[in-house]
Nanobody
């Protein structure tokens, strides 16, 4: 089992920045990939960014490419999401997810989830 706890959400004006953090605990040695997803009211949960725990390879959704950066600190078992140039359409609950195996861009491939942190971007 892996436990995930997100932090760093809040209210920011359009064009501003926020950094989300996801602290992992438990069987983190088995983690293969970690990702951020988001879910806006009335919408499905969507992929935002992914990082491979050992090699550090990253992948981003087109909607955030060039504005968001995912990174990890293996010593702290923490994954970050630096969000710059925020837009009102980035408003959503952001969730951290982890998987011990091969992943896709769909939420179903991640068995471990945090409780989410809310991000609101005002225009």
């Amino acid at each position: 089992q892996v436990q995930l706890v997100e932090s760093g959400g809040g209210l920011v004006q359009a064009g501003g920045s926020l950094r989300l953090a996801c602290a992992a605990s438990g069987r983190t040695d088995s983690t293969y990939a970690m990702a951020w997803f988001r879910q806006a009211p009335g919408k499905e949960r969507e992929f935002v960014a992914r990082i491979m725990w050992r090699g550090g390879n990253t992948y981003y959704a087109d909607s955030v490419k060039g504005r968001f950066t995912i990174s990890r600190d293996n010593a702290k078992n923490t994954v970050y999401l630096q969000m710059n140039s925020l837009k009102p359409e980035d408003t959503a609950d952001y969730y951290c997810a982890a998987s011990p195996g091969i992943v896709t861009l769909t939420p179903g491939s991640y068995p471990y989830w945090g409780q989410g942190t809310q991000v609101t971007v005002s225009s």
